[in-house]
T-cell receptor, first 116, second 112 residues
Framework: DTEVTQTPKHLVMGMTNKKSLKCEQH?????MYWYKQKAKKPPELMFV???????INESVPSRFSPECPNSSLLNLHLHALQPEDSALYLC???????????????FGPGTRLLVL | QKEVEQNSGPLSVPEGAIASLNCTYS??????FFWYRQYSGKSPELIMS????GDKEDGRFTAQLNKASQYVSLLIRDSQPSDSATYLC????????????FGGGTRLMVKP
């Protein structure tokens, strides 16, 4: 089972709203990620959590605030977003692969965000 | 030079033909290589991974890796219209932690 779930599937918010995106996996994966994807572009890494600690922040504006309450959950808190933040937000988790010595990432279905 | 490069396409092949998707990468210490399929409006789905030089087959898909020439390819045999999607090549670089570097993706169109 390589299932990563995300809620909500769609979200429309105004620039003054506060909302949160949620991601969950029960595969025992040690790392979880947030990506942002614009149309016709590859996913763009935002944050990486490893063993529930933030390990990578790719210079993301502070209006995006990640949180990892436990090893299965990952949240992305949104506040004062701009219309250009409208995108598909993807969560992923990864497992260590002994064959390669690296990680294999699996993506959730994404949240389609529209900022008005 | 981009770290991972793909031809953006579209690559158009007739139904039943072999589709060949290519990806080149610049970092010689790249460790793991992945192909993700992404349908329009959906999230990327892992379809193949490869770590060692040579071929790896899974059903209609074959991944090929040549580390000396720094390329990885994906062959899709007996292409079906349902294979029409964007295929993303991703590379995990040794000592870069858990990070993947993505190519820009190749759009494949399989015509009935």
């Amino acid at each position: 089972d390589t299932e990563v779930t995300q809620t909500p599937k769609h979200l429309v918010m105004g620039m003054t709203n506060k909302k949160s995106l949620k991601c969950e996996q029960h595969m025992g994966h040690r790392a979880m990620y947030w990506y942002k994807q614009k149309a016709k572009k590859p996913p763009e890494l935002m944050f990486v959590y490893s063993y529930e600690k933030l390990s990578i922040n790719e210079s993301v504006p502070s209006r995006f605030s990640p949180e990892c309450p436990n090893s299965s959950l990952l949240n992305l808190h949104l506040h004062a977003l701009q219309p250009e933040d409208s995108a598909l937000y993807l969560c992923a988790s990864s497992q260590f692969n002994r064959g390669s010595g690296g990680e294999t990432q699996y993506f959730g279905p994404g949240t389609r965000l529209l900022v008005l | 030079q981009k770290e991972v490069e793909q031809n953006s396409g579209p690559l158009s092949v007739p139904e039943g033909a072999i589709a060949s998707l290519n990806c080149t990468y610049s970092d010689r210490v790249s460790q793991s290589f992945f192909w993700y399929r992404q349908y329009s409006g959906k999230s990327p789905e892992l379809i193949m991974s490869i770590y060692s030089n040579g071929d790896k087959e899974d059903g209609r898909f074959t991944a090929q890796l040549n580390k000396a020439s720094q390329y990885v390819s994906l062959l899709i045999r007996d292409s079906q219209p349902s294979d029409s999607a964007t295929y993303l090549c991703a590379v995990n670089i040794r000592n870069a932690g858990n990070m993947l570097t993505f190519g820009g993706g190749t759009r494949l169109m399989v015509k009935p």
